[in-house]
T-cell receptor, first 114, second 118 residues
């Protein structure tokens, strides 16, 4: 595997379900990100982790819970979501999370909340 | 606040035409980085270019070229002799530091949907 991978690629869940999105990067990076991409909206940064510590939580509702067990893996735990949470969730990584870094993205998880 | 504006929302061209995608940004920082990403229908954002605020030289990579003009806060992207495979959504982004710490974040424009017809 190379680059940034995300699983699952598609997910349909009910509002009462609990599910998790997984992201893995194979680039040796130390920073990882979750973004949300809704239709007709710019990409929104949700969370940033640097060296497994959360450095930014961009006013995201508590029904989204991130976890970064090591610098290669990032999870987004989902529970009691709303239909408006349906979107493409993109994971990215960068070397150190600095302004000079380039972020590399995974293919995304297309989430549909019924 | 930082802002990236991509005023064009959809562009449709015929193959082999040249097309320019516009990007205008706002920032109060003197050090920043600008990026272009391509998002094909598969969904993954593909990195195309990074340019720092101190380097105003234009860049060419094959059929792609970028024109960075600090005086007008613009970072425009031109595809020469477009091809059907260029059909995608293109995002311009600005890297800026968080208010605290050394980490940074990307602020994206809304994207431009480019359709190249055979």
């Amino acid at each position: 595997e190379t680059g940034v991978t995300q699983t699952p690629r598609h997910l349909v869940m009910g509002m009462t379900n609990k599910k998790s999105l997984k992201c893995e990067q194979h680039l040796g990076h130390n920073a990882m990100y979750w973004y949300k991409q809704s239709a007709k909206k710019p990409l929104e940064l949700m969370f940033v982790y640097s060296l497994e510590e959360r450095v930014e939580n961009n006013s995201v509702p508590s029904r989204f819970s991130p976890e970064c067990p090591n610098s290669s893996h990032l999870f987004l735990h989902l529970h009691t979501l709303q239909p408006e949470d349906s979107a493409l969730y993109l994971c990215a990584s960068s070397q150190e999370g600095l302004i000079t870094d380039t972020q590399y993205f995974g293919p995304g998880t297309r989430l549909t909340v019924l | 606040a930082q802002k990236v504006t991509q005023a064009q929302t959809e562009i449709s061209v015929v193959e082999k035409e040249d097309v320019t995608l516009d990007c205008v940004y706002e920032t109060r920082d003197t050090t920043y980085y600008l990026f272009w990403y391509k998002q094909p229908p598969s969904g993954e954002l593909v990195f195309l270019i990074r340019r720092n605020s101190f380097d105003e030289q234009n860049e060419i990579s094959g059929r792609y070229s970028w024109n960075f003009q600090k005086s007008t806060s613009s970072f425009n992207f031109t595809i020469t002799a477009s091809q059907v495979v260029d059909s995608a959504v293109y995002f311009c982004a600005l890297s800026e530091p968080f208010t605290s710490g050394a980490n940074s974040k990307l602020t994206f424009g809304k994207g431009i949907t480019l359709s190249v017809r055979p």
